[in-house]
């Protein structure tokens, strides 16, 4: 989604002009940033809430442990150790330099690029922002929170400084055409190569959180319920869309066969007899990925759920 006209070249442009002035640099710059950010979380629960609520139908208390208040936290623990952060280090000398003058200097990159992800749209567009002053990119695919954003930190940051830029695929590609010292992405394999091929042109640094899997192993030692109920939990939050979230279940068939019957009973306790109908239930995120899910399907034994879910 675009709400408004953006040029690429020059918000990258702005932002800087702003790094090579030496304004972002002074930790007073940075904690007056930072606190602004928690202020804005906190100010604004509520419409984060609701804007979670209708890209993912997330509740209010998943919301708030997997979004809000881990960015909240994230700032808290900057803020108490920025100080220390930017402290020069003194490393051990060797016979060499003994006589010398040693220590180590952190310097910021620069202007860094951060790409969000739509299945955790506040948390991995906003906690990378925590630890870089930078531009960003929230998903296309989770409108109501990227406006949201786009909307917000406007208000409470320093745009010399911070800038949102919203869009598609055409636009991504128009703002990876441009020179950063530093790209942060969260999203798929596909889309990495793609940022990661921009990145070589500049030899720009990156740091790349893509796909994988996510095991877990039960063994017959384990009490059942109280693992199933940690697992399907796991599973569940976010619909599943969690890079971290259970994958597969590694098992013996005769936990196999203890498992299944409390696992039906602990998705009741947890969604009741309509999980669709349940405000704690959530949702996929489009019907691209309902129908790549529902593929999984084919050829397999279901033995809870499997209709179709689509709303």
Known sequence: MTSRTQNAEEIVSRVRNTFESGKTKPIQFRIKQLQAMKRMLEENKDEIVKALEQDLHKNKYEALLTEVNFIINDIKM????LHDWMKPVKPSKDFANILDSVYILSDPYGVALVMGAWNYPLQLT???????LAGEIPSEHAPAVA???????????????????????????????QRFDYIFFTGSTAVGRIVHAAANKYLTPTTLELGGKSPVYLDSTADVEVAAK???????????????????????????????????????QFFGD????????GRIINDANFARISGLLKGCTVAVGGTDGRL
């Not at 900057?78 to 150790?81: A, Q, R, Y």
């Not at 599973?235 to 409390?262: H, M, R, W």
């Not at 309509?274 to 239930?281: G, Q, Y």
């Open 78 to 81: 900057i803020l108490m150790n």
């Open 230 to 268: 940690r697992i399907l939990w796991g599973k569940f939050i976010n619909a599943g869309q969690t890079c971290v979230a259970p994958d597969y279940l590694l098992c013996s068939k005769e936990v196999q066969s203890k498992f299944i019957p409390v696992a039906k009973k602990i998705i009741k």
């Open 274 to 281: 309509e999980p669709k109908a349940s405000a704690d239930f």
């Open 126 to 132: 906003l906690s990378p922002v925590c630890g870089a």
């Open 147 to 177: 406006k949201l954003i786009a909307d917000y930190v406007p208000e409470y940051l320093d745009e010399d400084a911070v800038q949102v830029y919203l869009g598609g695929i055409p636009e991504t590609a128009e703002l990876l055409k």
